[in-house]
């Protein structure tokens, strides 16, 4: 009898939950993502299937075809209106389909791609034993200097596990600035995060370097994962949710049907402020802004020079990204709590970065704290709270992508016997020596510094009207200021170069094969293009620059 109460029992309590509905995914929308990592898996099998001296060939092939397949799918979806009319949230509420998403992942798309082409160069480092080197460690599991790494040198081994390792980073990517609900946000981080981190230890030369700056980088990655996570707890207890949308109603107090197990933490303020500060927490520290900037100069500093120049780009496109959707789609209820804070952050980035690059010795530090003071810039954009703000941040992020790629591929062509000569000592006078290499670095500089005919002073101008007409006309008086400062270390630089004597034991210029060549020549075009004639680009990233909700 009992056995028979407790079968009724079970099939009365399956009965409701007898129909689990499959998934709808609109796989055609999400193409550009599902070509990466497709690519990206392929990649690995590549790596365990494909003899090893043809493996090089296959892995750019590969890696290039894809990205360049998969930037074609983001084009084709822009014209087929889904970028504006058609924009929508797909894959059941996780991933917006939409024109800032497109926009970004375009651009991360041709970042990911200019990377693979500085990733493959192979004709800057003499050649060992006969066979030609990239930047990258010859076995990357070896210990330094140690046995297993000279014969793994002396047999010409190459780590082609970059190439899918770059692919899984810009899947994450793609994901990223497109998320919808904030597991998918975190997922995405770490999908980007992780190779990243590995790809920052495998320097060819110095190391150690590396090493310390892959372990200084994944140890401050963690933690600001930590707070994003924490913080997309409390958002959770706070709208019962992690949907963008649930959480924006919950904030504006629209919605309607309230859970009630979750009645009692709803509504929260203390876990909505709290969550939502730590969220953007772990976004700022993604962008490198003050004071979650720490990581920058040595890991820039540290990593194989290809990998800084498509991190630079990249994460700073998907991070902005992700910080707009966060701050325009979930949190615009909360303008007036978070504009005071991000408009302090942004003064103390554009400043701090300014400030201390002034002082620095090394050109990829140099670039670095550039960097930091650049992500104060796009905060000003990120303020002004209007189509305007986000079509201008789109805009510079498109514009500054191509430019630190370039600037870091042309830091690797100078050489000495050491390998890169990244000490700017060594730059004196090389405007004599090679005067075409020192004069794209001085546009990629000037483009830096926003001078007017490059695209950093079109991606500038845009900001700062943004900022004033959004009532941050201070943040455009600090942003002038930091501007100015920034200027005086790049004509510096450019000064060196040109009015200096070359020292007798100076660097060498390498001559890169096509690849490079390839990614500097674009680096230089699109500056060029988006200083003289930026209006239809203005127009595109103003097209894009609504956010579907």
Not at 72 to 95: D, E, P
Not at 116 to 137: C, I, M, Q, W, Y
Not at 231 to 256: C, E, F, K, M, R
Not at 443 to 457: E, W
Request: glycine residues 10%; neutral net charge; contains cysteine.
């Amino acid at each position: 009898m009992s056995a028979v109460a407790v079968h009724s029992l079970w099939t009365t309590a399956a009965d409701p939950i007898s129909k689990i509905d499959a998934p709808k995914i609109e796989y055609g929308q999400l193409s550009p993502t599902l070509i990466v990592i497709g690519a990206a898996i392929v990649g690995v099998l590549i790596e365990a299937f494909v003899p090893r001296k043809s493996r090089y060939v296959v892995q750019v092939f590969v890696s290039a075809f894809a990205l360049a397949a998969a930037f074609a799918a983001v084009v084709a979806l822009a014209a087929g209106g889904y970028g504006t009319t058609k924009a929508h949230i797909a894959a059941m509420g996780a991933i917006a389909v939409d024109g800032p998403a497109l926009f970004l992942q375009g651009t991360i798309l041709l970042a990911g791609l200019l990377g693979v082409f500085t990733f493959a160069e192979r004709r800057l480092d003499p050649e060992a034993h006969g066979k030609r080197v990239d930047s990258f460690a010859a076995q990357a599991a070896s210990v330094p200097g140690s046995d297993s790494e000279k014969a793994a040198v002396k047999a010409g081994f190459t780590t082609t596990e970059v190439f899918p390792l770059l692919l899984f980073a810009v899947g994450g990517m793609l994901i990223f600035p497109a998320a919808n609900d904030l597991l998918t946000l975190f997922i995405a981080l770490e999908v980007f995060s992780l190779p990243l981190y590995l790809l920052c230890a495998v320097a060819r030369r110095k190391r150690l370097m590396s090493q310390e700056a892959a372990v200084k980088y994944f140890l401050l990655g963690a933690f600001a994962s930590a707070f994003t996570l924490f913080g997309i707890a409390l958002l959770y207890g706070y709208a019962g949710s992690v949907s963008y949308a649930t959480i924006a109603q919950v904030v504006d107090g629209t919605i309607q049907s309230v859970d009630p197990a979750l009645a009692d933490t709803m509504g929260n303020d203390a876990l909505l402020l709290i969550g939502a500060a730590m969220v953007v927490m772990g976004l700022l520290f993604k962008v490198g802004a003050v004071p979650f900037h720490m990581w920058t100069p040595d890991v820039y500093q540290g990593a194989p020079t290809p990998v800084t120049g498509f991190m630079a780009a990249a994460t700073k496109v998907a991070a902005f990204g992700a910080l707009l959707r966060l701050l325009y789609v979930v949190l615009p209820g909360l303008r007036w709590d978070w504009r005071p804070v991000m408009m302090a952050v942004a003064v103390v980035t554009m400043l701090g970065g300014a400030i201390v690059a002034i002082t620095q010795t090394d050109i990829k530090r140099l670039l670095a704290y550039s960097s930091i003071a650049h992500a104060g810039f796009l905060l000003a954009g990120v303020i002004a709270t209007s189509p305007d703000g986000v079509s201008s941040v789109l805009f510079y992020l498109g514009a500054y992508s191509f430019v630190t790629i370039g600037a870091f591929a042309v830091v690797t062509l100078v050489r000495d016997a050491g390998g890169e000569a990244t000490h700017l000592s060594k730059w004196a006078g090389l405007g004599r020596r090679s005067p075409l290499v020192a004069a794209v670095f001085a546009v990629f500089l000037l483009a830096f510094a926003g001078i007017p005919l490059t695209s950093g002073f079109a991606g500038k101008f845009a900001v700062f009207k943004a900022a004033a007409e959004g009532g941050a006309g201070a943040l455009v008086v600090v942003g002038v200021i930091s501007s100015a400062i920034a200027a005086f270390f790049y004509i510096r630089v450019i000064v060196l170069m040109f009015f200096s004597e070359p020292r007798a034991d100076g660097p060498t210029v390498a001559v890169p094969s096509p690849l490079t060549m390839t990614a500097i020549a674009v680096g230089v075009a699109v500056t060029l293009v988006l200083g003289v004639a930026p209006q239809y680009f203005l127009d595109l990233a103003g097209q894009a620059g609504v956010f579907v909700r």
